[in-house]
């Protein structure tokens, strides 16, 4: 497992990469606002798509309601 940090002055991107396939993508901004998470098509997640949505190799912004 392999993670890959990218920040700059506005957001911090963390990437975590199994076997050189990105399996998790998160995505903190700096300006307070909630952190929130990349879902990728191949990931083995079922993603719901909007009707008539095409997503193409673009993933999904999901954010986390709940956390324990």
Do not use: C, H
């Not at 079922?46 to 954010?63: E, H």
């Amino acid at each position: 497992m392999e993670q890959i940090v990218q920040e700059d002055d506005k957001v911090r991107i963390e990437e975590t990469r199994v076997r050189g396939l990105t399996q998790k993508v998160v995505v903190k901004r700096k300006d307070g606002t909630p952190e929130y998470e990349i879902l990728l098509g191949d990931t083995g997640k079922d993603i719901p798509v909007r009707q008539g949505a095409d997503r193409g190799n673009a993933g999904q912004r999901v954010w986390r309601v709940l956390s324990f």
